[in-house]
Nanobody, 124 residues
Framework: QVQVVESGGGLVQSGGSLRLSCLAS?????????WGWYRQVPGKQREYVAA???????NAADSVLGRFTISRDNAKNTVYLQMNSLKPEDTAVYYC?????????????????WGQGTPVTVSS
């Protein structure tokens, strides 16, 4: 079963940058999984942000395309989200999750278990 711990969030001014980390653990092979980042604003549904496949291929939501970059380090069982040119509308709690298949990643409703997330606040 996959367990994740997200970190790296904080308070940053508009236009600034942050790098989030997601450390995964459990009885699975990290390199065989595809991973995604998600975010949630209180009172709203969790939304997809970006994904990285086992092959290293990436995908991102239109709202973050060109500003956020997802990457992975299989040796460290860690997925990263580099966030540049941050905007106040990026303020949310950020989560990660993974699956052996790529298809479930784009819909957070496919995941029943989540980590505690890491909060990001972007001030204007």
């Amino acid at each position: 079963q996959v367990q994740v711990v997200e970190s790296g969030g904080g308070l940053v001014q508009s236009g600034g940058s942050l790098r989030l980390s997601c450390l995964a653990s459990g009885s699975f092979e990290f390199s065989n999984y595809s991973w995604g980042w998600y975010r949630q604003v209180p009172g709203k549904q969790r939304e997809y942000v970006a994904a990285i496949l086992r092959s290293g291929g990436t995908n991102a939501a239109d709202s973050v395309l060109g500003r956020f970059t997802i990457s992975r380090d299989n040796a460290k069982n860690t997925v990263y989200l580099q966030m540049n040119s941050l905007k106040p509308e990026d303020t949310a709690v950020y989560y990660c999750n993974g699956d052996r298949r790529a298809a479930p990643l784009q819909d957070p409703a496919n995941f029943a278990k989540w980590g505690q997330g890491t909060p990001v606040t972007v001030s204007s």
